[in-house]
């Protein structure tokens, strides 16, 4: 396989894997693309590649679900392994200790506009219009089409301190105008804050494409003030290599396929929404943002937009976030001192919930520390944290029990969680997306985040064996039992007859 540099790499290498579906009739992006997109993530297909969009000049395509799970059997998160540089094997698990240990920021490194591809086409002023591209319609009772599902908006604070890369939803108003989501709580949020309280507009950039890593840290969190692109340069072992835009000092992927330059409105002078989310609900929400306007668009030859077509778990808005926050959990605890083995944002779930497992020796190391202490110190670290209140339920288990495996998940919380009792809960900020809260605590920002002891007792103290193949056969019976499931495999035997 070869070096994965930007998406047309990245969909060859999904397409050697047999994870890309080549769709050669014409396609239009006005919600069939949307819905071929959601149909191959509520059945585990290939990511859709369109080759021929209705309204587009010849030669522009669309790729559905680039951050999904695959469709190669046994290695679900392909497609964010393989954007990140690792193996399409690669676990939740290693996943999320790979993430948690990206520590090393790498800033990425400029290089001059000759060597960029996204610079092979360059409209300026009137020119920049988005009438020529294939802005998808996702769902039939959007407000509008919606020019970023997949992209990665890049701000920068006005003392250029902070450079952020996040995906956030942007909604087309006109050809040379957009309105998105700039909530108060998220980094481009904070960003725009500080461009308001001087009362200038924010130069943005929004990027379509480019290194596939891009949009899977954009969708990830990240700690507040930490950039996306210092952070994939971690990830990789590589710095990013990017290029000056045209109208303003911010720098994107030199393989970005369409880039967007112009400034956001310092008030909130547009109307945003509706959208469904990755909630899994059409909420018929609106609400008043900043505007964008449009001074430059550049882009490659026969560029190709990515779709996330968000909506009920699971699809790409909830992959790259899962594995993103999940590290971050890791590393904070792991920052604590605390014993951590892992943690996941369990997909089906639609990443309310945070499962956290802990070492079986973990009372080795916390000598003295009961498990009702473990744990409360557990959730006094994630309460003061933003990362931590991003899930309003969190449960912790002993690490027999893969969080990112639905089957272990649902048996520890059957088995191992009391109806009542063993919980805890803080209250603090809330994120405003979460329809299981009431109405008044949406609305005042504040509610509580729960966490679950579901740990066993010490063993030798009430813990009673896995009734597994492991746990519960001597060690002699299981050896001889997979010796001869080898020899029949090696054969090509039926070891029944």
Not at 161 to 169: E, S, V
Not at 219 to 235: I, K, N, Q, R, Y
Not at 250 to 268: D, K, N
């Amino acid at each position: 396989m070869s070096e994965i540099n930007d998406l047309r790499s990245f969909i060859s290498a999904l397409e050697e894997l047999g994870d890309i579906q080549h769709f050669s009739r014409e396609v239009d992006p006005n919600l069939e693309a949307s819905a071929i997109t959601r149909r191959s993530t509520e059945n585990g297909r290939r990511a859709p590649f369109f080759e021929h969009l209705t309204g587009a000049d010849e030669g522009f395509r669309m790729v559905g679900a680039p951050g999904a799970l695959s469709s190669i059997p046994g290695s679900p998160l392909a497609r964010i392994s393989l954007a990140l540089g690792l193996p399409y094997t690669t676990s939740a698990p290693e996943l999320v200790e790979r993430l948690s240990q990206a520590d090393n920021l790498i800033p990425p490194r400029r290089v001059t506009a000759e060597s960029a591809p996204c610079k092979e086409n360059i409209l300026l002023g009137e020119e920049a219009s988005l009438a020529r591209f294939p802005i998808p319609f996702v769902h039939q009772d959007d407000g509008g089409p919606y020019v970023n599902t997949w992209g990665v908006l890049i701000a920068k604070t006005p003392d250029g301190r902070w450079t952020n890369w996040a995906i956030t939803r942007i909604m087309k108003v006109d050809d040379r105008h957009m309105t998105g989501l700039v909530l108060p709580n998220q980094h481009v949020g904070m960003i725009w804050r500080e461009w308001e309280a001087i009362g200038e507009p924010m130069p943005f950039a929004l990027v379509q494409g480019g290194h596939p890593g891009v949009g899977v840290v954009g969708g990830m969190t990240v700690p507040t003030e930490v950039d996306e692109g210092s952070f994939l340069g971690a990830v990789l072992g590589k710095p990013v290599d990017v290029v000056k835009c045209e109208t303003n000092d911010l720098e994107v992927p030199v393989s970005a396929e369409v880039v967007i330059e112009g400034h956001l409105s310092a008030t909130r002078d547009a109307v945003e929404g509706p959208f469904a989310e990755f909630h899994g609900w059409a909420l018929p929400e609106t609400s008043p943002q900043p505007l964008f306007t449009i001074d430059a668009i550049t882009y490659r030859n026969d560029p190709i937009w990515p779709l996330a077509a968000a909506g009920r778990p699971v699809d790409d808005s909830h992959v790259a976030p899962a594995a993103g926050i999940s590290a971050e959990v890791v590393a904070e605890l792991r920052k604590a001192e605390l014993p951590v083995t892992s943690a996941w944002l369990p997909l089906g779930a639609a990443c309310f919930w945070t499962v956290i497992t802990v070492p079986s020796n973990w009372r080795d190391q916390m000598p003295g520390m009961d498990t009702p202490q473990l744990v409360h110190q557990i959730g006094e670290v994630l309460s003061k944290t933003r990362v931590g209140r991003l899930s309003p339920v969190v449960y912790v288990f002993d690490d027999d029990v893969d969080p990112s495996n639905d089957s272990d998940l649902l048996w520890a919380l059957a088995t191992r969680v009391h109806p009542s009792l063993r919980q805890e809960q803080w209250h603090g900020k809330i994120m405003p997306w979460y329809p299981c809260f009431t109405e008044e605590e949406l609305h005042a920002g504040w509610g509580a985040v729960v966490v679950h002891d579901g740990l066993l007792p010490a063993e030798g103290h009430g813990r009673a064996p896995s009734a597994t193949f492991e746990g519960v056969f001597p060690a002699e019976l299981r050896a001889k039992v997979l010796a001869a499931e080898a020899e029949s495999a090696d054969d090509g035997s039926n070891a029944f007859h």
